[in-house]
């Protein structure tokens, strides 16, 4: 059963910087490209950012200020959040996808608040 937990979520000022984690198990490999979403109240989720076989992508609202990585000794992926705006609250999501079925994971989220 794979399992996806998040963690390093809180409430931050605008400018601040918080990592987000995402904690893998239950057969996540390398043969699954990881990601992080978000979803605003009353929006549709959008992609941050994924990262598969050290290739990068970035949603176009984040780049600059976003970094994505991940540590496949530890199955666990992570969010760099840096210059955070108050448009990046949100909940933030982990995803798994399978690169060959396209089959994918969540995790439960984590809240991002970014307020003075």
């Known amino acids: 059963q794979v399992r996806l937990v998040e963690s390093g979520g809180g409430l931050v000022q605008p400018g601040g910087s918080l990592r987000l984690s995402c904690a893998a198990s239950g057969g996540i490999s390398s043969m699954y490209s990881m990601g992080w979403y978000r979803q605003a109240p009353g929006q549709q989720r959008e992609l941050v950012a994924s990262?598969?076989?050290?290739?990068?992508k970035y949603g176009d609202s984040v780049k600059g200020r976003f970094a994505i990585s991940r540590d496949n000794t530890k199955s666990t992926v992570y969010l760099q959040m840096n210059s955070l705006k108050p448009e990046d609250t949100a909940v933030y999501y982990c995803n798994a996808e399978h690169v060959l079925s396209h089959y994918d994971y969540w995790g439960q989220g984590t809240q991002v608040t970014v307020s003075s």
């Open positions: 990262i598969s076989s050290g290739i990068t």
